[in-house]
């Protein structure tokens, strides 16, 4: 789907079903595509390790649930800045 949609930014869960969103995280980093494109990880898991292992996997920027929505587009905006 991200082929065909070509997304600015990606938003994942880490606890997805298969692949989960850290693997997805390396995945979208390993393809040249994507390289490039933001990616914010929005999870409930509010462990150090779990954010060190995320941004290890190439995320850009690591929010927790809950969130006010106006925070995650406020670091979207930010995030689409960067990169434009």
Not at 16 to 43: K, S, W, Y
Request: hydrophobic letters at 45%; glycine letters at 4%; proline letters at 7%.
């Amino acid at each position: 789907m991200a082929y065909s949609e070509k997304p600015d930014v990606f938003v994942l869960d880490l606890m997805m079903p298969e692949p989960d969103g850290f693997q997805l995280c390396r995945l979208l980093r390993a393809d040249p595509n994507f390289q490039r494109t933001p990616i914010i990880i929005v999870t409930a898991l509010t462990d150090l390790d779990s954010k060190l292992v995320a941004m290890g996997a190439g995320a850009d920027d690591y929010l927790t649930k809950p969130f006010h929505i106006e925070e995650l587009k406020s670091r979207i905006n930010a995030l689409l800045e960067r990169v434009n």
